[in-house]
């Protein structure tokens, strides 16, 4: 079997691998509120985001488009199947530290990052697409800081609307709108995370000569998606209790607010073509409302060690996509 052929299947397997635990390492994000206000049990939480992040997985491409072309010229790539193989295999061990600790780290951070770090060693900074890669940047480093004043705003809104209302009622019908409100922001998660693998098979794709253009393979969709919705069928324990109950005491009509925002600000970037931090948002609109129910309820302690984790992912990931990319290219 040829070589390339090889390291192609090799670099599609990883993919899927990082769909797999990116499925049970972010999306327990999507249904931690859920789960911590009781509005559905772990199981039917997990089936339900399971079956949402498939669906939305098959549903967009264009922040796959972003992954294959918007870092790198993959017509172009030196080495270019290494060069993505390291990237995977690099997000994947960062994947796991974080996940190991319950640290709601980004993968999307950590794929972009060990993408970049693997192209500036093997073809030098001019071989980065700059304007593509700021865009990207933007794109991850505004949307916690929307979801963050867009939940304040939006669990505002809903303290003036219901601030007559019987507390225990009002927290009853809200733990109900709360199964609706998880599985559209597990939609929303599959339309912008699954994407990330599929860009990446593709531009490998492409790199192999086995693909020509930016389009993904529809193949490469439900293989993604399944993969994803794979992983979130194993659940993820540890974050889940990071994000549901160490940040803040959530009540179901905070959760509703959190997931109207993490939805809402997810769904726009993919709307955009721009991959996000699904860890981030959902993140800071529990943070966002949290601060507006009442500052001093938020465990900051908790948010500033996801904060740190948030800003050294990038750095820490393009580094070891460049010296997975220096390792494999001794054997490759």
């Given at each position: 079997m040829d070589s390339l052929l090889v390291i192609v299947i090799l670099i599609v397997v990883a993919a899927l691998i990082f769909d797999f635990i990116n499925g049970f390492h972010d999306t327990a994000n999507a249904i931690a509120t859920s789960v911590s206000t009781k509005a559905l049990t772990p199981r039917r939480a997990i089936m339900l985001a399971a079956v949402m992040n498939f669906l939305g997985a098959i549903t967009?491409?264009?922040v796959a488009k972003t992954i294959t072309s918007g870092i790198v010229n993959p017509f172009d790539l030196n080495n270019g199947t290494t060069v993505i193989l390291a990237a995977l295999l690099a997000a994947i061990a960062w994947n796991l530290i974080t996940w190991?600790?319950?640290?709601?780290?980004s993968s999307s951070h950590a794929i972009i990052g060990a993408i970049t770090g693997g192209v500036i060693v093997s073809a030098g900074f001019g071989a980065v697409q700059y304007k593509g890669f700021i865009s990207i940047l933007e794109g991850l480093f505004l949307s916690p800081v929307i979801a963050f004043i867009a939940g304040y705003?939006?669990?505002?809104?809903?303290?003036?609307?219901?601030?007559?209302?019987?507390?225990?009622k009002t927290n009853k019908r809200f733990r109900m709108v709360q199964v609706l409100t998880a599985a559209v922001q597990s939609y929303s998660h599959g339309t912008n995370d699954a994407q990330k693998s599929m860009g990446i098979i593709t531009?490998?794709?492409?790199?192999?000569?086995?693909?020509?253009?930016?389009?993904?393979?529809?193949?490469?969709?439900?293989?993604?998606?399944?993969?994803m919705a794979l992983g979130t069928s194993i659940g993820g324990w540890r974050i889940i209790k990071t994000v549901g109950g160490k940040i803040m005491k959530i009540r179901p009509v905070n959760g509703v607010a959190a997931d109207l925002t993490g939805a809402t600000v997810i769904f726009g970037a993919t709307l955009f073509h721009l991959p996000v931090s699904t860890t981030h948002v959902i993140s800071s609109a529990i943070l966002g409302v949290g601060s507006s129910h009442r500052v001093k309820g938020v465990n900051w302690g908790v948010a500033?060690?996801?904060?740190?984790?948030?800003?050294i992912t990038l750095p820490i990931s393009a580094t070891l996509g460049g010296l997975f990319y220096l390792l494999l290219n001794l054997f490759l």
């Open positions: 967009f491409t264009g190991y600790f319950g640290i709601p780290s705003i939006i669990y505002s809104i809903i303290k003036m609307i219901f601030k007559n209302s019987n507390l225990a531009m490998a794709l492409i790199v192999g000569g086995f693909h020509a253009t930016d389009d993904v393979p529809f193949w490469v969709q439900i293989a993604c998606a399944t993969a500033k060690r996801m904060v740190v984790t948030w800003v």
